[in-house]
């Protein structure tokens, strides 16, 4: 089975500029996640999907973070504007079933703001 | 709130030894207890599952314990090879549901 799809890998932007990420799951998985991992420390969640509604959301910095999953399926992570704390990996992972089961991760997303 | 904190943050080994990870996490009240594996550039790679009944688990030449009583929890690798270098995380699972990982331990194994 394919695993999940992350876009781009890689991302270099000036800070101020908006950026966005791309993440697809596995087929027939319903639970979607966010988390960024800053460089040397473990993952962090920024928000949880079940199918398009989001469940938790406590950790995203809604100021300038947004997130959207609008048919269940693909989801889009934006920052806007975005700053030089952001640098990081955004991971994105998926599991099937709302009861939390190990989740698949993509490859992640590394962002650098200058 | 849960923390978890893994020991040591990095370790370099020669082939072939056996070496232990360790990790321990402040509130007792988990649903389970994972190990992962992290390649550079790469996601993560669950290794063992350790539910909250459990006091171990165990695949290949991997075996992670469980005590949740003391709030700890190690990985042993037998044989280490050079394949096995990567950063190990541990993630614990709680009444949220949600995954809380520790910071990780770089391992290095030398050929």
């Known amino acids: 089975e394919a695993g999940v799809v992350q876009s781009p890998r890689y991302k270099i932007i000036e800070k101020k500029q908006p950026v966005a990420f791309w993440c697809n799951p596995i087929s027939g998985h319903n639970t979607l996640y966010w988390y960024l991992q800053n460089l040397g420390q473990g993952p962090e969640l920024l928000i949880r999907y079940e199918n398009e509604e989001a469940v938790d959301d406590s950790q995203l910095p809604k100021d300038r973070f947004s997130a959207e999953r609008l048919k269940g399926v693909d989801s889009t992570l934006k920052i806007q504007p975005a700053e030089l704390g952001d640098s990081a990996v955004y991971l994105c992972a998926s599991s099937f079933g709302e009861v939390s089961r190990t989740p698949s991760f993509g490859p992640g997303t590394r962002l650098t703001v200058t | 709130k849960q923390e978890v904190t893994q020991i040591p943050a990095a370790l370099s080994v020669p082939e072939g030894e056996n070496l232990v990870l360790n990790c321990s996490f402040t509130d007792s009240a988990i649903y389970n207890l994972q190990w992962f594996r992290q390649d550079p550039g790469k996601g993560l790679t669950s290794l063992l599952l350790i539910q909250s009944s459990q006091r171990e688990q165990t695949s290949g030449r991997l075996n992670a314990s469980l005590d949740k009583s003391s709030g700890r929890s190690t990985l042993y690798i037998a044989a280490s090879q050079p394949g096995d270098s990567a950063t190990y995380l541990c993630?614990?699972?709680?009444?949220?549901?949600?995954?809380?990982f520790g910071t990780g331990t770089l391992l290095a194994v030398q050929p």
């Open positions: 993630a614990v699972s709680g009444a949220t549901n949600k995954l809380i």
